[in-house]
């Protein structure tokens, strides 16, 4: 959706990285010295998603730049490392989490390249493997189109050797990126699906075949990929229409490059339940066959999950056997009876990433 | 208003005219004409002389008690005879309203006829004079889109076939759609849990599946639930509710099956109490029983100590 209203907080300076931003957005900002105008400009709609996904606020972020990821109780999460530097999205998925995270959903970009700088600083100073993205609140790569931070961030990671930057997105918006000297540190990352849940669900973001090109490109400019399959929708046929994704997958991309690939099936607190009803009339995506886990999240029932991994997996292993597959997300039972092994140790799941980091983008591994 | 007070004879009142009925409660009358007969007529009913007949504005039930004591008159309020509709309307309203709540199907029935004078916004000012309690706006559009279902409505709605939230909730469905549940909801006797369990299925069902609502209530399986005149309308609200399950939840409502039929198999006696994971999202099974003496105690051990045996027990995990 493009943003038709610009707000920035009257404290944040008019330097080069706000007047670039402004420069790319092409509104006339208001300043204000509230944030709660915000707020009330968004809850005073009708819709206020959809208004938030139009409504940009420049602001500061007033908690830690760089946070880990909450995960959830019940089931095993990859200790992955949050680098806040927005919120929120203009693309309009209907499954999205974000629609009933934030109260009320607030398009933000948070100034002051400087704070993220110092984050990191700190991170790169640590004995530790991070494996650090953007893409947990908002897409990482829309703001390529609007700020300087996706370049700043590339250029920031590729001079050390313990933190591994992932941007996630939905989007082809790399073309900045492309001439960068990463050193091999950033992964460009993208959340995939079928054409039939990218057009039914994914309003404004690019195609399958869009998101696979713009991956080759990236791949030959010598950066790593990452993929995710997250959400993964159950509906009749979508095994093979899967399994055509992963295809084409490899039809695009050498396996070697990839660092990762993540499965996860669709789940939801069961708030979101009603706000996909009201955004998105046409869409059954809710009344697939779903349990209350564990977590208090709506999941699909388990050997439904269950088999359309074990279809997944055993397709991309067959393009590539050594690729590392994980779930986000998944309990001991998923694990073993889809990969015939479960990381029980805490941290386990994490080493394994941290290791497929180490390996394909050169960060130290005396620190595994 | 005050009325003048007339005797008038019975004969003169037209009953079929019951244009200013609120109260929907038809109950046994006879308490109250022996009522009348023992201590007279406390409070006249109200009437509206209308061409060379009177309607009857309030009291329909005071009336139908003399009638049931055979009397040929009545002392009644009359009204004047250029009195307006609206004006009538508020006093058969207000009549009831501070005798007693009225309920959510009277209450529906009065929005609706004074809808016809006042707008939400002016019903909702006046609400405390005329309901002697205050409506809110969004209270008083409820009741007007559930007053616009059609029949069989108000009568499901007053006998509690057709709890409020549902009505509501069905209100905002289109016609064909609303006609299912109405059908529905003749048929069968549920409370309003089940209610919404069974409109939220049916509509999940039908969204899923990209049919419509009639075309899964024309569906032969749930016709021969709804139709089936041997059967009550709880146990047809039961056997619903199981079949919409199954179809909104085949791959569970198999297992569970399954799981259960494998958990009879074992034979386990009725104090042991063996429980699949809920949904089968963990894996922990939960095992008791109770005993009153040792020998109640041993007897569950070795029918447990017998199941191990069972190749069933084995299939469970």
């Known amino acids: 959706m493009k943003i038709d209203t610009l707000f920035i907080d009257k404290a944040i300076p008019l330097n080069p990285e706000i007047e670039y931003l402004i420069s790319r957005v092409k509104l006339k900002p208001r300043l204000i010295e509230n944030t709660k105008l915000v707020y009330d400009f968004i809850n005073d709609s009708g819709d206020p998603v959809s208004k938030a996904k139009k409504t940009l606020y ?23 490392t949050i680098l806040h530097t927005g919120t929120f999205c203009t693309m309009d998925c209907s499954y999205c989490i974000l629609q009933a995270y934030f109260h009320p959903p607030v398009l933000q970009y948070f100034a002051g390249m400087e704070m993220l700088d110092q984050g990191l600083e700190k991170q790169f100073r640590q004995n530790k493997i991070f494996r650090i993205g953007t893409g947990e609140y908002t897409d990482s790569l829309i703001w390529e189109k609007l700020s300087l931070v996706p370049e700043f961030l590339v250029k920031k990671f590729a001079h050390q050797t313990n933190c591994l930057l992932e941007l996630k997105t939905k989007t082809v918006n790399i073309e900045s990126l492309l001439s960068l000297d990463h050193n091999g540190k950033t992964v460009l990352a993208w959340s995939l699906n079928t054409p039939e849940i990218i057009s039914s669900q994914e309003k404004a973001t690019a195609s399958l075949t869009a998101r696979l090109e713009a991956a080759g490109r990236a791949e030959s400019k010598g950066y790593k990929l990452a993929f995710h ?54 869409s059954s995506i809710c009344y697939g066959e779903f349990i209350l886990g564990l977590d208090n999240k709506m999941r699909y029932f388990k050997p439904l999950r269950i088999s359309l991994y074990k279809q997944i997996i055993s397709c991309i292993k067959e393009y590539a056997p050594k690729l590392l597959v994980y779930f986000c997300m998944e309990d001991e039972e998923v694990w073993e009876k889809c990969m015939g092994f479960f990381p029980k140790r805490k941290g386990e799941l994490g080493h394994l990433l941290d290791k497929s980091a180490v390996r394909h983008c050169s960060l130290n591994s005396s620190l595994l | 208003m005050s009325n003048p007070l007339h005797e008038i004879k019975i004969a003169d009142i037209d009953l079929a005219d019951q244009r200013y009925k609120i109260s929907l409660s038809e109950y046994d009358i006879s308490f109250l004409a022996l009522s009348i007969k023992e201590t007279g007529l406390i409070s006249p009913p109200i009437v509206r002389p209308l061409e060379n007949k009177v309607i009857i504005v309030s009291g329909f039930n005071r009336i139908r008690a003399y009638l049931v004591n055979n009397e040929t008159k009545i002392p009644v309020y009359k009204t004047k005879p250029d009195i307006d509709e609206y004006q009538c309307l508020l006093t058969a309203i207000t009549q009831l309203s501070f005798k007693r709540p009225l309920t959510h199907a009277e209450l529906i029935l009065s929005i609706k006829r004074l809808n016809k004078f006042l707008n939400e916004k002016q019903i909702r000012d006046k609400s405390p004079a005329i309901f002697n309690m205050e409506l809110n706006l969004r209270f008083i559009e409820d009741l007007l889109n559930i007053g616009a279902l059609p029949d069989p409505a108000p009568a499901l709605i007053h006998n509690g076939n057709l709890s409020f939230k549902s009505a509501k909730k069905i209100s905002l469905f289109e016609k064909d759609t609303i006609d299912v549940f109405l059908n529905i909801f003749s048929k069968i006797k549920a409370s309003n849990n089940k209610q919404l369990e069974i409109i939220l299925h049916i509509m999940e069902i039908s969204a899923r599946e990209g049919i419509k609502p009639k075309d899964l209530y024309s569906k032969k399986i749930i016709k021969d639930i ?25 791959a569970l409502s198999k297992t569970r099956k399954t799981v259960q039929k494998k958990i009879t198999g074992l034979k386990l006696n009725k104090k042991i109490k063996f429980m699949p994971p809920e949904n089968f999202e963990s894996r922990d099974f939960n095992i008791s029983f109770t005993a009153k003496t040792h020998d109640e105690f041993t007897a569950n051990i070795r029918n447990l100590v017998d199941a191990l045996e069972n190749d069933s027990l084995k299939e469970i995990f």
């Open chain 1, 229 to 282: 399959f997250d959400p993964l929708v159950i509906y009749p046929g979508c095994e093979i229409h899967y399994k055509k994704v992963i295809k084409q997958i490899f039809d695009h991309i050498h396996p070697e490059n990839i660092v990762w690939i993540s499965l996860g099936t669709f789940r939801f607190m069961p708030k979101l339940k009603q706000i996909i009803e009201k955004r998105f009339k046409d």
């Open chain 1, 58 to 80: 420049v602001t500061k972020n007033k908690g830690a730049v760089v946070r880990q990821c909450p995960g959830t109780s019940f089931y095993t999460c990859c200790d992955y």
């Open chain 2, 226 to 250: 709804l139709f089936n005149e041997n059967k009550d309308p709880w146990l047809k609200t039961r056997d619903l509710r199981t079949c919409l399950f199954e179809q909104r939840f085949p």
